[in-house]
């Protein structure tokens, strides 16, 4: 099993960045792909779900309106878009692969619930 994301990014505040999350090694339907990310000095921050099968998406308040999850299930990608980029969203991004019900249902991000993960995607926001 492999979750392998794009590379690290730099925008501009006010702009939009979207990250892929290539998944490998097992059917990609039958996974929910969950988004966190690490900002510089905090722990890791549960940014939502995206279930591949229908596209069914759950965000964290704190997300709503400015993120996108999508999957796309004939190249078993997901991807998450972030937009109106501000300097508090530079972070390191990350996808990961589990039930999660936990982290699902509180929207607070419990590590061991997840069995495989991406290896992070830079997003730096600067002018």
């Known amino acids: 099993v492999q979750l392998v994301q794009s590379g690290a990014e730099l925008r501009n505040p006010g702009a939009s960045v979207k990250v892929s999350c290539k998944a490998s090694?097992?059917?990609?339907?039958?996974?929910?792909i969950d988004w966190v990310r690490q900002t510089p000095g905090q722990g890791l921050e549960w940014m939502g779900r995206i279930d591949p099968v229908d596209g069914h998406t759950k965000y964290a308040q704190k997300f709503q309106g400015r993120v996108t999850f999508t999957a796309d299930t004939s190249t078993t990608t997901a991807y998450v878009e972030l937009s109106s980029l501000r300097s508090e969203d530079t972070a390191k991004y990350y996808c990961a692969r589990g039930e999660a019900p936990s982290s699902y249902y509180s929207g607070i991000f419990y590590s061991d619930e997840y069995d495989y993960w991406g290896q992070g995607t830079q997003v730096t926001v600067s002018s």
């Open positions: 090694g097992y059917t990609f339907t039958s996974y929910y």
